[in-house]
C-alpha cells in the first residue's frame, strides 16, 4: 500500500507546485507585483501539503506496530491472553508470521488462523485509514495555504525559514547520534548489570563468559571480570604507541623540518597509501606474514612466542597508527611560528637543538593530544585485534602471551547464534559501554588540548 | 623613472667606509631568490660601537641584507649568495666559518618580540646552553642575570624569573629577546626593526638600550621610521629596488644627500 | 671572558653538535625508511600470495553428451533435464583419458580431480541449447582447488601420501595430463562472476562487490546530504552559544569514536529494535551513513571556510537573500573541497568490516543480492571469512580480494585528488 501512496503522494505534490506557481503568475500579471519568485509559491503550498501527510505517515510506522499488535492480544482467547509474557510474545511472533505468509508454527492454539487473519483486518483497515487521512489533512491545509497566496505574500521567507529549519535538524542529528549509541549501549549494559554485579565485571579477574544451557549446569553463571580484556588492551595498544609515537613523530619532524621537495613528495602518498589500508588487511598481514616471522624468530633465539601473541598484533597495530600520529604531529610541528625557528637559529642553534629545544616543547601539548587520540584509535580498533589476537581471556603482560581484547570479546559475543536477551550477548553491551565512555573521554581531552594548543599560535 | 635614476649611476654614493675598527664587510654581494635578484652588488662596511641603520622603502631588500649577514637566509631554500661578506678576517660564506659560529658571533633581534614558550630564565639562558658557554649553575645565573640587567629588563622580571617569557608586554619581550642576544656576547647585533610593533614608551625603552649596547657591539638596524634612524644611527644606508644608493653618516644622509633618490625619499615623496 | 674565550669554547663544542645533529637526522630517515619498507613488505605479501589467484587449473576435455546420461525418458523437460547425471558424462570422458585405471578406488580418486562446477557448467550449456544432447564436445573444465593448489606449487610433494589431500596416483595423472598438454592455467573468470561458495575454486567476490556498492550508495545517499546541510548551517548560520558549542564537541567526538560501537548501535536500533533483516545492506549503510555523517561535516566545513567572505559580500551586496547567497555562490565554490572529503571518507566506508559484522553481514551468502534488503556480503567482510577459511585455496583468494579492494580505494582516493587538483581554487 505504501508504493502506491508514496506514487499518489508525489504526483499531487507536483501538481500543487505547478498549480500553485501558475497562480502566483497570474497573481503578478494582475497586480504587477509579487514579492517573491513564482517557484517559491510552488515550493510553499506543496510543502504545506506534504509536510501533514508525512507527519500522519511518520506516526504510523511509530505506532502501528504496537497499536495492532495490542488490539490483537486483546482479541486473543483468555487462556492465552494470560499466558506469561515470555511465552504470550512467542505465540505473537507465531500469530505475525503466519500473517506475512512465512512459515510459522500454526499448531500453537486453535484459532491461531483466526488470529492472524484479525491481524491482517486490523492492518488494513488502519492502512485506510492513514491512506486517506494523510491525503485530506495535506489537501486540507494546502487550501489553507492556496488561499494565502497574495501578491505581498512573502514566500521566498516561508521556504527559507523552512530550509534553515531542515539544515538545523541536520545538524542536531549529531546529538541524536551519539544519544543513540549511549542510549542503546547503555540501556543492554544496564540489564547486564542486573544479573551481573557492576564491580565484578570492572574489577573480576577472570573471563569465561560461557553461559549453562541448561539451568543448574555446573558453572552456569559464567564468569565476567573483564580485567584481564582491559588489560590484554592495554598491553596491545601499548605496544603500538611504543612503535608508532616515535616513528610517526620522527617522520613527522624529519618531513616537515629536513626533507627536501623531493623526499616529501615521496613519502607523503606513501604515508597516505598506510593511512588508507582497510583495517582488514592489516589484520590479514599480521595473520599470514607477521605472526610467523615473529614465532619463527622466536624459536630461532630459543624464546616459545605464541602464534597469536601481543607483540605481534601490536606491532601491526603501530604501523597502522603511524600515519595518524605522523599528520597530526606534523598538523601540530607546521604550525609553530616560523619566528620561533629564526629566533633559534639566529642564536647558533643547530636544526637538531632548534628541533628538540624549542619546536618539540612548544609543540608538546599538541604532539600529546595527537598521541591519545592514536591512543584511542588503538583501543578501538577492532579487525587487527579479532583476526590476530588471541581468543581466551589470559590476564598477562608478557607481550609473548597471547592476549585477548575488549572488541575482540564483543565480536565473540555477538557473532554466531544466540539468544539476544542472555547475559553473554548483553555482557557485548556492557563491554562496548566501556569502550565507549573511555574512548570518548581519551577524544575528549586529546580534542581539548589540540584546540587550545591551536589558539595558542592563531 | 625611478629605474633610469638607478642606471645612470650604478655605483653606490657616499662613504661606504666606516671610520671605526671594521667588524663587518661586504663586497659585490648579490641576493637572488630563485631567478629574480633580490640585492645587486652591495658593498659596506659595519664598524664597532657605532648603529648603521638601513633605510628605504619595502620591498627595497634592507631585511634581506640583514639577513645575509648571519646567513639567516640558508634556511630559504630558493636563496643565493653571491659575493664575500667578511666577520673581521673571515668570509662567511666560504666555510671558513661555521654558521653555528657564525650566529654565535652576529646576534639577532626580529621585527616582532619572538620569545620562545619558555621562562623568561630559560630564553636568556638557551644561547649558552647550547653552545655550552658557562660550566656551572652558578656562571649560568650570573649571566642570565648580567644580560638581563644590560637589556635593561632586570628589574622588572626578577621575582618572575621562571614564569614564561611570552607573558610578558610586548616591549618587555623584546628586550628580552635582545638579552637573549646578548647573553652569549657576540660581536654583531642585527636588528630587524625592532620597534615596529612596539607603542611609543616601549619603543623609547628599546632606542636608548640600543644606545648603551652600541659602545660593546656593532648594530646593524633596518628601520622604516626615519626619525628613529636620525635619533639612534651613526651611519645610515639607503636600499632602493635591490640597490644600495647612498651610505654616509647619518647627519649627511639627512641633511645633505647625494642621489636625488635618497632625496626624494628624505623628503617624504617617495616610501 | 672575553670575546675570544667564546669563540673558542663553541669551537670546542662544534664536533660535538655536529655529530648529534648527524645522528638525529639520521634517526629522521631511519624513520621514514622504516615506514617506506613496511609498505613494501606488505605489498610484496599480498601480491606475491594473491597473484596466483587470477589464473586457474583447468582440464581439456572432450565431452559426449550423452542421451542415456542426461536425459533418458526423453522427456526434453528442462527440469528433467537440470536433474540429468552431468557428473557422469564427465567421469566417462575423464576415465577414457585412462584406460589402465580399472579399479574402484582409483577411479573414485580421478572423479576427485574436477571441480563440482565442472557439472555445472556442461549442465548450464546444455540447459542453453538443448540441441547439444547427443554431440561431442570440446571444453576446458574447472579443476578442484587441492589440483590447482599442485600446480601452483603449493603442495609438497615430498611429503607423505597420507599427509597430504592429494594421492599418489592423483599427482601421476595430473603429470600425465600435463605433458599431454590438456591442463592449462586459464584466467580464473570465476572469481568476478560468482558469489561466496565453499569450494574455493568455485569462490568469487561478485556478490560482495554488489553489496558494498550497494551499501555505499545508501551511505552517500543519506550521510552526503545531511552531512552538507549540517556543515552549511553550522558555518552560514549557527549562532554562538553553548548548544552549538555542544553539537561541535558531538560531531567532533563521533568522528573518533571506534567503528565497532557503531555496529551495536546498528544491532540494538535497526535490528534489534526496528526490526530490520540482519545481514542487508540496507543496515550496513545506515551504520555506515552515520558513521561517514561526521567526516562529511567535518571536510564540507573547512571547504566551506576557505570560501573568502568578499564572496559573501559580493553575493549580498546585490540583493541576494543570506540563503541565495550560499546556494548560488558559496555552496559551488565550496562543493569540489566538499566532494573530495566525502570521497574519501566514502573509502574509509568501503573498507570498513568491524560495524558490518556486528549486524550480521558475516553470514554465508552464495547468492548475488539484488536488492538493498537481501542478505549479502561486503568486500571487507569477504575478506575475512576467506581468511578465516581453513582450505587453502582461500588463502591466495583472500590475497586477491584484498587487491581488488585496495585497487578501488586506490581509484576512489585518485578521484579524490584529480577533483581536487581540477576544481579547487586557491584564494
Given at each position: 500500500?505504501?508504493?502506491?501512496?508514496f506514487?499518489?503522494?508525489?504526483?499531487?505534490?507536483i501538481?500543487i507546485?505547478?498549480?500553485?506557481?501558475?497562480?502566483?503568475?497570474?497573481?503578478?500579471?494582475?497586480?504587477?507585483?509579487?514579492?517573491?519568485l513564482?517557484?517559491?509559491?510552488?515550493?510553499?503550498?506543496?510543502?504545506?501539503?506534504?509536510?501533514?501527510?508525512?507527519?500522519?505517515i511518520?506516526?504510523y510506522?511509530?505506532?502501528?506496530?504496537?497499536?495492532?499488535t495490542?488490539t490483537?492480544i486483546?482479541?486473543?482467547?483468555?487462556?492465552?491472553k494470560?499466558?506469561?509474557v515470555?511465552?504470550l510474545?512467542?505465540?505473537?511472533?507465531?500469530?505475525?508470521?503466519?500473517?506475512?505468509?512465512?512459515?510459522?508454527?500454526s499448531?500453537?492454539f486453535?484459532g491461531i488462523?483466526e488470529?492472524?487473519?484479525?491481524?491482517?483486518?486490523?492492518y488494513?483497515?488502519?492502512?485506510?485509514?492513514?491512506?486517506?487521512s494523510s491525503?485530506?489533512?495535506?489537501?486540507?491545509?494546502?487550501?489553507?495555504?492556496?488561499?494565502?497566496?497574495?501578491?505581498?505574500?512573502?514566500?521566498?521567507?516561508?521556504?527559507?525559514?523552512?530550509?534553515?529549519?531542515?539544515?538545523?535538524?541536520?545538524?542536531?542529528?549529531?546529538?541524536?547520534?551519539?544519544?543513540?549509541?549511549?542510549?542503546?549501549v547503555?540501556?543492554?549494559?544496564?540489564?547486564?548489570?542486573?544479573?551481573?554485579?557492576?564491580?565484578?565485571?570492572?574489577?573480576g579477574?577472570?573471563?569465561?563468559?560461557?553461559?549453562?544451557?541448561?539451568?543448574?549446569?555446573?558453572?552456569?553463571?559464567?564468569?565476567?571480570?573483564?580485567?584481564?580484556?582491559?588489560?590484554?588492551?592495554?598491553?596491545?595498544?601499548?605496544?603500538?604507541?611504543?612503535?608508532?609515537?616515535?616513528?610517526?613523530?620522527?617522520t613527522?619532524?624529519?618531513?616537515?623540518?629536513?626533507?627536501d621537495?623531493?623526499v616529501?613528495?615521496?613519502?607523503?602518498?606513501?604515508l597516505?597509501i598506510l593511512?588508507g589500508?582497510?583495517?582488514?588487511?592489516?589484520?590479514?598481514?599480521?595473520?599470514?606474514?607477521?605472526?610467523?616471522?615473529?614465532?619463527?624468530?622466536?624459536?630461532?633465539?630459543?624464546?616459545?612466542?605464541?602464534s597469536?601473541s601481543?607483540?605481534?598484533?601490536?606491532?601491526?597495530?603501530?604501523?597502522?597508527?603511524?600515519?595518524l600520529?605522523s599528520?597530526?604531529?606534523?598538523?601540530?610541528?607546521?604550525s609553530?611560528?616560523?619566528?620561533?625557528?629564526?629566533?633559534?637559529?639566529?642564536?647558533?642553534?643547530?636544526?637538531?637543538?632548534?628541533?628538540?629545544?624549542?619546536?618539540?616543547?612548544?609543540?608538546?601539548?599538541?604532539i600529546?593530544?595527537?598521541?591519545?587520540?592514536?591512543?584511542?584509535r588503538?583501543?578501538g580498533?577492532?579487525m587487527?585485534?579479532?583476526m590476530?589476537?588471541?581468543?581466551?581471556?589470559?590476564l598477562s603482560?608478557?607481550?609473548?602471551?597471547?592476549?585477548?581484547?575488549?572488541?575482540?570479546?564483543?565480536?565473540?559475543?555477538?557473532?554466531?547464534?544466540?539468544?539476544f536477551?542472555s547475559p553473554?550477548?548483553?555482557?557485548?553491551?556492557?563491554l562496548?559501554?566501556?569502550?565507549?565512555?573511555?574512548t570518548?573521554?581519551?577524544?575528549?581531552i586529546a580534542?581539548?588540548?589540540?584546540?587550545?594548543?591551536?589558539?595558542?599560535?592563531? | 623613472?625611478?629605474i633610469?635614476?638607478?642606471?645612470?649611476?650604478?655605483?653606490?654614493?657616499?662613504?661606504t667606509?666606516?671610520?671605526?675598527?671594521v667588524?663587518?664587510?661586504?663586497?659585490?654581494c648579490?641576493?637572488?631568490y630563485?631567478?629574480?635578484?633580490?640585492?645587486?652588488?652591495?658593498?659596506?662596511?659595519?664598524?664597532?660601537?657605532?648603529?648603521?641603520?638601513?633605510?628605504?622603502?619595502?620591498?627595497c631588500?634592507?631585511?634581506t641584507?640583514?639577513?645575509?649577514?648571519?646567513?639567516?637566509?640558508?634556511?630559504?631554500?630558493s636563496?643565493?649568495?653571491?659575493?664575500?661578506?667578511?666577520?673581521?678576517?673571515?668570509?662567511?660564506?666560504?666555510?671558513?666559518?661555521?654558521?653555528?659560529?657564525l650566529?654565535?658571533?652576529v646576534?639577532?633581534?626580529?621585527?616582532k618580540?619572538?620569545?620562545?614558550?619558555?621562562?623568561?630564565?630559560?630564553?636568556?639562558?638557551?644561547?649558552?646552553?647550547?653552545?655550552?658557554?658557562?660550566?656551572?649553575?652558578?656562571?649560568?645565573?650570573?649571566?642570565?642575570?648580567?644580560?638581563?640587567?644590560?637589556?635593561?629588563?632586570?628589574?622588572?622580571?626578577?621575582?618572575r624569573l621562571?614564569?614564561p617569557?611570552t607573558?610578558?608586554?610586548?616591549?618587555?619581550?623584546?628586550?628580552?629577546?635582545?638579552?637573549r642576544?646578548?647573553?652569549?656576547?657576540?660581536?654583531?647585533?642585527?636588528?630587524?626593526?625592532p620597534?615596529?610593533?612596539?607603542?611609543?614608551?616601549?619603543t623609547e625603552?628599546?632606542?636608548?638600550?640600543?644606545?648603551?649596547?652600541?659602545?660593546?657591539?656593532?648594530?646593524?638596524?633596518?628601520?622604516?621610521?626615519?626619525?628613529?634612524?636620525?635619533?639612534?644611527?651613526q651611519?645610515a644606508?639607503?636600499?632602493h629596488l635591490?640597490?644600495l644608493?647612498?651610505?654616509n653618516?647619518?647627519?649627511k644622509?639627512?641633511?645633505?644627500?647625494?642621489?636625488?633618490?635618497?632625496?626624494?625619499?628624505?623628503?617624504?615623496?617617495?616610501? | 671572558?672575553?670575546?675570544?674565550?667564546?669563540?673558542?669554547?663553541?669551537?670546542?663544542?662544534l664536533?660535538?653538535?655536529?655529530?648529534?645533529?648527524a645522528?638525529?637526522?639520521?634517526?629522521?630517515?631511519?624513520?621514514?625508511?622504516?615506514?617506506v619498507?613496511?609498505?613494501?613488505?606488505?605489498f610484496?605479501?599480498?601480491?606475491?600470495?594473491?597473484?596466483?589467484?587470477?589464473?586457474?587449473?583447468e582440464?581439456?576435455?572432450?565431452?559426449?553428451?550423452?542421451q542415456?546420461?542426461?536425459d533418458?525418458?526423453?522427456?526434453?523437460?528442462?527440469?528433467?533435464?537440470?536433474?540429468?547425471?552431468?557428473?557422469?558424462?564427465?567421469n566417462?570422458?575423464?576415465?577414457?583419458?585412462?584406460p589402465?585405471?580399472?579399479?574402484?578406488?582409483?577411479?573414485?580418486?580421478?572423479?576427485?580431480l574436477?571441480?563440482?562446477?565442472?557439472?555445472i557448467?556442461?549442465?548450464?550449456?546444455?540447459?542453453?541449447?538443448?540441441?547439444?544432447?547427443?554431440?561431442t564436445i570440446n571444453?576446458?573444465?574447472?579443476?578442484?582447488?587441492?589440483?590447482?593448489?599442485?600446480?601452483?606449487?603449493?603442495?609438497?610433494?615430498?611429503?607423505?601420501?597420507?599427509?597430504?589431500?592429494?594421492?599418489?596416483?592423483q599427482?601421476s595423472?595430473?603429470?600425465t595430463?600435463?605433458?599431454?598438454?590438456?591442463?592449462?592455467?586459464?584466467?580464473n573468470?570465476?572469481?568476478f562472476?560468482s558469489?561466496?561458495?565453499?569450494?574455493?575454486?568455485?569462490?568469487?567476490?561478485?556478490?560482495?562487490?554488489?553489496?558494498?556498492a550497494?551499501?555505499?550508495?545508501?551511505?552517500?545517499?543519506?550521510?552526503?546530504?545531511?552531512?552538507?546541510?549540517?556543515?552549511?548551517?553550522?558555518?552560514e548560520?549557527?549562532?554562538?552559544?553553548?548548544?552549538?558549542?555542544?553539537?561541535e564537541?558531538?560531531?567532533n567526538?563521533?568522528?573518533a569514536?571506534?567503528?565497532?560501537?557503531?555496529?551495536?548501535?546498528?544491532?540494538?536500533?535497526?535490528?534489534?529494535?526496528?526490526g530490520?533483516?540482519?545481514?542487508a545492506?540496507?543496515?550496513?549503510?545506515?551504520?555506515?551513513?552515520?558513521?561517514t555523517?561526521?567526516?562529511?561535516?567535518?571536510?564540507?566545513?573547512?571547504?566551506?571556510?576557505?570560501?573568502p567572505?568578499?564572496?559573501?559580500?559580493?553575493?549580498?551586496?546585490?540583493?541576494?537573500?543570506k540563503?541565495?547567497?550560499?546556494f548560488?555562490?558559496i555552496?559551488p565554490?565550496a562543493l569540489?573541497?566538499?566532494?573530495?572529503?566525502?570521497?574519501?571518507?566514502?573509502?574509509r566506508?568501503l573498507?570498513?568490516?568491524?560495524?558490518?559484522?556486528?549486524?550480521?553481514?558475516?553470514?554465508f551468502?552464495v547468492?548475488?543480492?539484488?536488492?538493498?534488503?537481501?542478505?549479502?556480503?561486503?568486500?571487507?567482510?569477504?575478506?575475512?571469512?576467506?581468511?578465516?577459511?581453513?582450505?587453502?585455496?582461500?588463502?591466495?583468494k583472500?590475497?586477491?580480494?584484498?587487491?581488488?579492494l585496495?585497487?578501488?580505494?586506490?581509484?576512489?582516493?585518485?578521484?579524490?585528488?584529480?577533483?581536487?587538483?581540477?576544481?579547487?581554487?586557491?584564494?
Amino acid at each position: 500500500m505504501f508504493n502506491y501512496l508514496f506514487v499518489v503522494l508525489i504526483v499531487v505534490t507536483i501538481f500543487i507546485y505547478f498549480y500553485s506557481k501558475k497562480y502566483s503568475i497570474k497573481i503578478r500579471n494582475q497586480s504587477g507585483y509579487l514579492h517573491s519568485l513564482p517557484q517559491y509559491y510552488g515550493f510553499y503550498a506543496s510543502l504545506w501539503f506534504l509536510i501533514p501527510s508525512l507527519i500522519i505517515i511518520g506516526l504510523y510506522l511509530i505506532f502501528a506496530e504496537s497499536f495492532v499488535t495490542s488490539t490483537l492480544i486483546k482479541s486473543l482467547p483468555n487462556n492465552i491472553k494470560n499466558l506469561p509474557v515470555n511465552e504470550l510474545n512467542l505465540v505473537v511472533n507465531d500469530i505475525k508470521n503466519l500473517a506475512v505468509g512465512n512459515i510459522a508454527n500454526s499448531s500453537s492454539f486453535t484459532g491461531i488462523n483466526e488470529a492472524a487473519n484479525f491481524y491482517n483486518e486490523q492492518y488494513e483497515l488502519i492502512d485506510k485509514v492513514v491512506f486517506y487521512s494523510s491525503l485530506i489533512m495535506g489537501l486540507l491545509t494546502f487550501t489553507y495555504a492556496y488561499k494565502t497566496i497574495s501578491s505581498s505574500y512573502r514566500a521566498r521567507n516561508f521556504i527559507e525559514s523552512a530550509i534553515h529549519i531542515l539544515l538545523f535538524g541536520s545538524a542536531v542529528i549529531a546529538i541524536f547520534v551519539t544519544a543513540g549509541i549511549l542510549l542503546s549501549v547503555l540501556f543492554e549494559a544496564l540489564r547486564f548489570f542486573d544479573v551481573i554485579n557492576f564491580s565484578e565485571f570492572l574489577f573480576g579477574l577472570s573471563w569465561s563468559p560461557q553461559m549453562a544451557i541448561r539451568e543448574g549446569q555446573v558453572g552456569s553463571s559464567g564468569l565476567f571480570g573483564a580485567v584481564p580484556l582491559f588489560a590484554g588492551t592495554i598491553l596491545i595498544s601499548l605496544i603500538a604507541l611504543i612503535l608508532a609515537v616515535p616513528i610517526g613523530l620522527l617522520t613527522a619532524i624529519y618531513l616537515s623540518e629536513y626533507a627536501d621537495t623531493k623526499v616529501r613528495a615521496i613519502t607523503k602518498p606513501i604515508l597516505e597509501i598506510l593511512s588508507g589500508i582497510p583495517t582488514v588487511v592489516y589484520g590479514f598481514f599480521a595473520v599470514i606474514t607477521v605472526a610467523p616471522f615473529i614465532r619463527n624468530t622466536g624459536s630461532f633465539l630459543g624464546l616459545d612466542i605464541a602464534s597469536e601473541s601481543a607483540l605481534g598484533v601490536g606491532l601491526v597495530m603501530g604501523i597502522m597508527i603511524i600515519p595518524l600520529v605522523s599528520s597530526l604531529s606534523d598538523d601540530v610541528i607546521s604550525s609553530v611560528p616560523q619566528s620561533m625557528r629564526e629566533g633559534s637559529y639566529g642564536l647558533g642553534a643547530t636544526k637538531s637543538e632548534t628541533i628538540k629545544k624549542v619546536i618539540l616543547p612548544a609543540a608538546l601539548p599538541g604532539i600529546i593530544g595527537g598521541i591519545l587520540l592514536a591512543a584511542s584509535r588503538a583501543i578501538g580498533e577492532t579487525m587487527i585485534v579479532v583476526m590476530a589476537a588471541g581468543l581466551s581471556a589470559k590476564l598477562s603482560f608478557n607481550p609473548i602471551d597471547a592476549v585477548t581484547t575488549v572488541t575482540v570479546q564483543i565480536v565473540t559475543l555477538l557473532t554466531g547464534d544466540q539468544e539476544f536477551d542472555s547475559p553473554k550477548t548483553l555482557a557485548a553491551f556492557a563491554l562496548g559501554l566501556t569502550l565507549f565512555v573511555f574512548t570518548l573521554f581519551l577524544n575528549f581531552i586529546a580534542l581539548k588540548i589540540v584546540r587550545k594548543y591551536r589558539e595558542q599560535y592563531e | 623613472m625611478v629605474i633610469d635614476m638607478i642606471n645612470d649611476d650604478f655605483k653606490t654614493l657616499g662613504n661606504t667606509e666606516t671610520s671605526n675598527k671594521v667588524v663587518m664587510s661586504v663586497k659585490n654581494c648579490n641576493v637572488f631568490y630563485g631567478d629574480n635578484q633580490a640585492l645587486n652588488d652591495i658593498n659596506i662596511e659595519v664598524g664597532r660601537s657605532e648603529v648603521l641603520a638601513l633605510i628605504g622603502p619595502s620591498g627595497c631588500g634592507k631585511s634581506t641584507f640583514l639577513r645575509c649577514l648571519n646567513r639567516l637566509n640558508d634556511t630559504i631554500d630558493s636563496c643565493r649568495v653571491s659575493g664575500k661578506i667578511h666577520l673581521e678576517e673571515e668570509d662567511i660564506y666560504s666555510g671558513e666559518i661555521d654558521v653555528v659560529m657564525l650566529r654565535a658571533r652576529v646576534g639577532m633581534v626580529f621585527q616582532k618580540p619572538n620569545p620562545f614558550p619558555k621562562s623568561i630564565y630559560d630564553n636568556v639562558a638557551y644561547g649558552p646552553k647550547i653552545h655550552g658557554i658557562t660550566t656551572s649553575k652558578e656562571e649560568l645565573d650570573e649571566l642570565v642575570e648580567v644580560s638581563l640587567e644590560k637589556a635593561g629588563l632586570l628589574d622588572e622580571v626578577k621575582d618572575r624569573l621562571h614564569t614564561p617569557g611570552t607573558a610578558l608586554s610586548g616591549g618587555q619581550q623584546q628586550r628580552l629577546c635582545i638579552a637573549r642576544a646578548i647573553a652569549i656576547k657576540p660581536d654583531v647585533i642585527l636588528m630587524d626593526e625592532p620597534c615596529s610593533a612596539l607603542d611609543p614608551i616601549a619603543t623609547e625603552k628599546i632606542e636608548d638600550l640600543i644606545n648603551e649596547l652600541k659602545e660593546n657591539y656593532a648594530i646593524v638596524m633596518v628601520t622604516h621610521s626615519m626619525s628613529q634612524a636620525a635619533r639612534v644611527s651613526q651611519r645610515a644606508a639607503y636600499f632602493h629596488l635591490g640597490n644600495l644608493i647612498e651610505v654616509n653618516d647619518t647627519e649627511k644622509i639627512f641633511n645633505d644627500p647625494e642621489h636625488e633618490l635618497t632625496k626624494n625619499y628624505i623628503s617624504g615623496r617617495t616610501g | 671572558m672575553s670575546n675570544t674565550s667564546i669563540t673558542e669554547i663553541v669551537n670546542k663544542n662544534l664536533q660535538t653538535r655536529y655529530k648529534k645533529e648527524a645522528r638525529f637526522r639520521r634517526y629522521g630517515q631511519l624513520s621514514i625508511f622504516i615506514a617506506v619498507t613496511f609498505l613494501f613488505i606488505f605489498f610484496t605479501s599480498i601480491i606475491s600470495k594473491g597473484y596466483s589467484a587470477f589464473y586457474q587449473a583447468e582440464i581439456f576435455l572432450k565431452i559426449e553428451l550423452q542421451q542415456e546420461f542426461i536425459d533418458p525418458d526423453n522427456t526434453n523437460d528442462l527440469e528433467e533435464i537440470r536433474y540429468g547425471d552431468f557428473d557422469g558424462i564427465i567421469n566417462e570422458s575423464l576415465y577414457s583419458l585412462f584406460p589402465e585405471i580399472t579399479k574402484r578406488s582409483d577411479k573414485r580418486e580421478l572423479r576427485d580431480l574436477m571441480s563440482s562446477g565442472a557439472s555445472i557448467k556442461i549442465q548450464q550449456l546444455v540447459l542453453e541449447d538443448l540441441s547439444l544432447i547427443g554431440k561431442t564436445i570440446n571444453i576446458w573444465l574447472p579443476l578442484d582447488d587441492e589440483v590447482d593448489m599442485l600446480i601452483k606449487g603449493n603442495i609438497d610433494v615430498n611429503l607423505p601420501e597420507q599427509s597430504r589431500r592429494i594421492s599418489d596416483l592423483q599427482i601421476s595423472s595430473i603429470e600425465t595430463l600435463q605433458t599431454q598438454g590438456l591442463i592449462k592455467n586459464k584466467f580464473n573468470k570465476t572469481l568476478f562472476v560468482s558469489g561466496d561458495s565453499r569450494e574455493s575454486e568455485q569462490a568469487g567476490i561478485l556478490g560482495a562487490l554488489v553489496g558494498s556498492a550497494l551499501m555505499l550508495t545508501i551511505t552517500f545517499l543519506i550521510a552526503f546530504p545531511l552531512g552538507v546541510s549540517a556543515a552549511i548551517y553550522l558555518e552560514e548560520f549557527a549562532p554562538k552559544n553553548r548548544f552549538i558549542d555542544f553539537i561541535e564537541v558531538n560531531i567532533n567526538n563521533l568522528a573518533a569514536v571506534p567503528s565497532i560501537i557503531y555496529g551495536l548501535l546498528g544491532l540494538a536500533v535497526f535490528i534489534n529494535y526496528a526490526g530490520m533483516p540482519r545481514s542487508a545492506p540496507l543496515v550496513g549503510g545506515l551504520v555506515l551513513a552515520l558513521m561517514t555523517f561526521p567526516v562529511i561535516i567535518i571536510a564540507a566545513r573547512a571547504s566551506l571556510q576557505s570560501v573568502p567572505p568578499s564572496i559573501r559580500d559580493a553575493a549580498l551586496g546585490v540583493g541576494a537573500s543570506k540563503m541565495q547567497s550560499i546556494f548560488d555562490h558559496i555552496l559551488p565554490l565550496a562543493l569540489p573541497g566538499i566532494l573530495t572529503g566525502s570521497i574519501i571518507g566514502m573509502a574509509r566506508a568501503l573498507g570498513e568490516s568491524a560495524p558490518l559484522i556486528m549486524i550480521g553481514m558475516v553470514a554465508f551468502v552464495v547468492d548475488i543480492p539484488t536488492s538493498p534488503l537481501d542478505s549479502s556480503a561486503a568486500l571487507p567482510v569477504q575478506v575475512y571469512l576467506w581468511a578465516d577459511s581453513p582450505e587453502r585455496g582461500f588463502a591466495e583468494k583472500t590475497s586477491a580480494a584484498i587487491m581488488v579492494l585496495l585497487m578501488f580505494l586506490l581509484l576512489m582516493n585518485s578521484l579524490a585528488i584529480w577533483l581536487r587538483n581540477k576544481y579547487e581554487i586557491k584564494w
